[in-house]
Structures are given as structure tokens and as C-alpha cells.
């Protein structure tokens, strides 16, 4: 850390943008002080597979030894449990909220989508924990944008995730969500991979996807948050400066925590609102031309799903293997 008497990168940066850690590292959360924490299947699994982090499985389990549930039902008893366990640690930490991910195997199931969701906050309200610190995350399909509306109608809020375009965001905005969560970095990934070409600045992808929808929910006055997400470096974490709220892995915020290089105010709502950007027709057919149209978002969408999906059952085996 720079010994000169200004304030670090990081503490520029939440001047103007609520910071979110995205992990499920406690130890990383309390030495950032972060307002929320974002959590996935993804980060799940890594944490359990930790030796310090073992015992919220082994509970997990422990809880649902014997209750009488089949196979499949015992295991999603589990990790509802543990994803649960983990929110709860992770909520006294914290002074706002955590998110929690639905099963991604349930991203075209509206249905199924809205009884998990519901699951995990009868969950949390079991520990005595509000549903008001709790964002239940849900991939941005159709059809999980549609439970996320009905979600919200029962007052859960929500967190739509794996989101890589304006259609997704808007439809997002339209559905009343709570909260969006653009993925910058695997943008970024994707037009790097694609052209062989590294972005920076305002001329990353990924940032320019963000500023977009930013800009357009300022512009037509949604109340749903926009948190980045997916970061690769901090160089399209300072280019967001003065988002809604920002999420950040542990090996970024510390980058910004010893660095004092100033942070500019990138996104202001006020100018953000005169901007100059049309109106996309929301419904379900020019959701999904417009998907199909983009073939960035259209993959990152699939594998993203593919991702946590794998990760899910590689956390049921540990489970399998535990019991």
C-alpha cells in the first residue's frame, strides 16, 4: 500500500458504488468490508472442498440423516441446506444482502424455478433471517426472467444472473427485478477469443454492454440495480465506477485495496438519462430473435449454464460420496 495519505482505489470506488464481494471466502469478506456478498454454485464448491469450510457440509448433511426423502430429494434437501448455511455465515459479516443461486438445471423451468426460490427463502426465515437480505439468483432466460417476476410478486427479491444483453436486461427491468447481474469478464472472454484481440478501457465489450444498460435504465427510469459482475481486471472494474453496486473477487478488491491510483465517476445517472438510446419491444418473440441474433450472448448464456449445472453435480457426488 502506497504510504501517501490518500484513499485507497477501493474506498474511491465505494464513494460512489455499493462493492460486493463475490465469494464464498468469509475470511476475504471481512478483511474487505464489503455492503453485500454474491455467492454461486461455482464458489460453493470451492469453499466446501476447503478443509475450514468442511463443516457446514458435514451439518448439512448430518441435519438430513434420516429424514426419510428419497435420493433426489435428500440431495437437494443438502445443498439447499448448505448454500443456506453458507448466507447465514456469510449475513453476519455483512451489514446487506447475499445472493443465492437457484439450481441453473432449472433455467427453463418457470415453475420449478419459483418453488425453489420459495424453498430457500422459507430456509432463511427458518434461521430468522428476513427475506429482505436475501437475493435469490436465476439465470436471465425467458423463462427465468418469468419466474423471477413471479418471485418478486411474493416478495422475494431477485438476481438475474448470467445476463450479456440488453434484451435480457431489459426484459429483466420490465419483470420488475430487484437486481441485474451483467458479466463483464466473459464478454470480454468472448471477443477476445474471437477477434484475437485485448480490449481496454471504454473499449471493452463488456464495459460497453454495462454502460449501455445503464444508460437505458436511467433513461426510462427502472428502479432494478445494475451490478457488474464478471471482472477480469481493474482496469473494467474503474471503468464502471459509479454503477449501482459492482461485484468483486477477492484477488481485485485487494489489487484496488493497495492501490491509490485515482477513481473517477464513469456512470452518473443524470447524464446517463439524456443519453441517446431507443426503446426495445419486450416480448417473449423479439426476446428470443434478438438472443438468437447475438451469438455472444446466446453462448455465454448456454455454457454458463452448463458451468454451474456441472458444478452442482460435482458438489451432489461430494455429497454422495459424504453419506
Same mark, same amino acid.
Given at each position: 500500500? *502506497?504510504?501517501? *495519505?490518500? @484513499?485507497? *482505489?477501493? &474506498?474511491?470506488?465505494?464513494?460512489?458504488?455499493?462493492?460486493?464481494?463475490?465469494?464464498?471466502?468469509?475470511?476475504?469478506?471481512?478483511?474487505?468490508?464489503?455492503?453485500?456478498?454474491?455467492?454461486?454454485?461455482?464458489?460453493?464448491?470451492?469453499?466446501?472442498?476447503?478443509?475450514?469450510?468442511?463443516?457446514?457440509?458435514?451439518?448439512?448433511?448430518?441435519?438430513?440423516? !434420516?429424514?426419510? $426423502?428419497? /435420493?433426489?430429494?435428500?440431495? #437437494?434437501?443438502?445443498? &439447499?441446506?448448505?448454500?443456506?448455511?453458507?448466507?447465514? %455465515?456469510?449475513?453476519?459479516?455483512?451489514?446487506?444482502?447475499?445472493?443465492? %443461486?437457484?439450481?441453473?438445471?432449472?433455467?427453463?423451468?418457470?415453475?420449478?424455478?419459483?418453488?425453489?426460490?420459495?424453498? $430457500?427463502?422459507?430456509?432463511?426465515?427458518?434461521?430468522?433471517?428476513?427475506?429482505?437480505?436475501?437475493?435469490?439468483?436465476?439465470? *436471465?432466460?425467458?423463462?427465468?426472467?418469468?419466474?423471477?417476476? @413471479?418471485?418478486?410478486?411474493?416478495?422475494?427479491?431477485?438476481?438475474?444472473?448470467?445476463?450479456?444483453?440488453?434484451?435480457?436486461?431489459? /426484459? !429483466?427491468?420490465?419483470?420488475?427485478?430487484?437486481?441485474?447481474?451483467?458479466?463483464?469478464?466473459?464478454?470480454?472472454?468472448?471477443?477476445?477469443?474471437?477477434?484475437?484481440?485485448?480490449?481496454?478501457?471504454?473499449?471493452?465489450?463488456?464495459? #460497453?454492454?454495462?454502460? =449501455?444498460?445503464?444508460?437505458?435504465?436511467? =433513461?426510462?427510469?427502472?428502479?432494478?440495480?445494475?451490478?457488474?459482475?464478471?471482472?477480469?481486471?481493474?482496469?473494467?472494474?474503474? %471503468?464502471?465506477?459509479?454503477?449501482?453496486? @459492482?461485484?468483486?473477487?477477492?484477488?481485485?478488491?485487494?489489487?484496488?485495496?493497495?492501490?491509490?491510483?485515482?477513481?473517477?465517476?464513469? @456512470?452518473?445517472?443524470?447524464?446517463?438519462?439524456? !443519453?441517446?438510446?431507443?426503446?426495445? %419491444?419486450?416480448?417473449?418473440?423479439?426476446?428470443?430473435? $434478438?438472443?438468437?441474433? &447475438?451469438?455472444?450472448?446466446?453462448? =455465454?448464456?448456454?455454457?454458463?449454464?452448463?458451468?454451474?449445472? /456441472?458444478?452442482?453435480?460435482?458438489?451432489?457426488? $461430494?455429497?454422495? &460420496? /459424504?453419506?
Amino acid at each position: 500500500m *502506497s504510504t501517501k *495519505s490518500t @484513499l485507497s *482505489s477501493l &474506498d474511491q470506488l465505494k464513494q460512489f458504488t455499493t462493492v460486493v464481494s463475490d465469494t464464498g471466502d468469509f475470511d476475504s469478506i471481512r478483511k474487505y468490508a464489503p455492503q453485500d456478498a454474491t455467492t454461486n454454485p461455482t464458489l460453493i464448491l470451492k469453499a466446501v472442498s476447503r478443509p475450514e469450510y468442511r463443516h457446514l457440509l458435514d451439518k448439512a448433511i448430518a441435519d438430513n440423516r !434420516g429424514s426419510g $426423502l428419497g /435420493a433426489d430429494a435428500l440431495l #437437494q434437501k443438502i445443498i &439447499d441446506d448448505l448454500l443456506t448455511l453458507f448466507g447465514r %455465515e456469510i449475513l453476519q459479516i455483512i451489514p446487506g444482502r447475499v445472493s443465492t %443461486e437457484v439450481d441453473a438445471r432449472l433455467s427453463f423451468d418457470v415453475e420449478a424455478t419459483v418453488k425453489r426460490a420459495g424453498q $430457500l427463502i422459507a430456509l432463511y426465515e427458518g434461521m430468522g433471517i428476513p427475506r429482505e437480505r436475501i437475493l435469490i439468483k436465476i439465470a *436471465s432466460t425467458w423463462e427465468g426472467i418469468r419466474a423471477a417476476a @413471479l418471485c418478486e410478486k411474493q416478495k422475494i427479491a431477485c438476481n438475474l444472473t448470467l445476463l450479456f444483453s440488453l434484451p435480457q436486461a431489459v /426484459a !429483466g427491468a420490465e419483470a420488475g427485478v430487484t437486481l441485474i447481474s451483467p458479466f463483464v469478464g466473459r464478454i470480454y472472454d468472448y471477443y477476445k477469443a474471437a477477434t484475437g484481440k485485448d480490449f481496454s478501457g471504454v473499449e471493452d465489450p463488456g464495459v #460497453q454492454s454495462v454502460h =449501455k444498460i445503464y444508460t437505458y435504465y436511467k =433513461k426510462f427510469g427502472y428502479p432494478t440495480q445494475v451490478m457488474g459482475a464478471s471482472f477480469r481486471n481493474v482496469g473494467q472494474i474503474t %471503468e464502471l465506477a459509479g454503477c449501482d453496486l @459492482l461485484t468483486i473477487s477477492p484477488d481485485l478488491l485487494e489489487k484496488l485495496q493497495e492501490s491509490d491510483a485515482p477513481v473517477p465517476r464513469k @456512470l452518473d445517472p443524470k447524464s446517463a438519462a439524456a !443519453g441517446n438510446i431507443e426503446r426495445i %419491444e419486450n416480448s417473449e418473440k423479439n426476446f428470443r430473435w $434478438l438472443m438468437n441474433e &447475438d451469438a455472444m450472448a446466446t453462448d =455465454k448464456l448456454a455454457s454458463g449454464i452448463r458451468v454451474f449445472g /456441472a458444478d452442482i453435480r460435482k458438489l451432489e457426488k $461430494l455429497i454422495t &460420496d /459424504a453419506l
